[in-house]
């Protein structure tokens, strides 16, 4: 493991980040690099550094509650795809929608969504097309 600093942003406002990552060594020629591991590691600082939950984090959300990524879309409205990709660090969700996830770290938030949904099923009307 080694601490690697790198720039997050565009100059003159890039961020000096610093993150923990593996670097591999080929044991044939001595060669160095790193992986996804180090690229996992540097997106946590990122995250860290915008203020905004990590993947591990978004991921243990859906968890705690027992929820697939399509449960917890339909429950949300947040896009199937949207949850993927936060939850693989291939894409940072955006303040608002950090918030939102935020909220459902506490289960009465959780709760509200789903009584809300329940009740929008028992009250939707059925939309008829009209017949030609």
Request: net charge neutral; charged share 25%.
């Amino acid at each position: 493991m080694e601490v690697e600093t790198f720039l997050y942003g565009k100059d003159p406002n890039a961020a000096e980040l610093t993150a923990r990552v593996p670097v591999r060594t080929c044991d044939s020629c001595g060669f160095q690099f790193t992986d996804f591991e180090a690229e996992h590691a540097r997106h946590e600082a990122i995250c860290r550094n915008l203020g905004v939950l990590t993947p591990a984090e978004v991921a243990d959300i859906r968890k705690r509650y027992r929820f697939s990524q399509t449960e917890l879309a339909r429950l949300t409205r947040i896009g199937e795809a949207s949850l993927y990709r936060w939850e693989n660090g291939q894409l940072i969700q955006n303040p608002a929608y950090d918030q939102f996830l935020y909220l459902l770290t506490f289960p009465e938030n959780v709760a509200r969504l789903r009584a809300r949904s329940a009740e929008s099923r028992r009250t939707s009307v059925p939309t008829r097309v009209p017949s030609a």
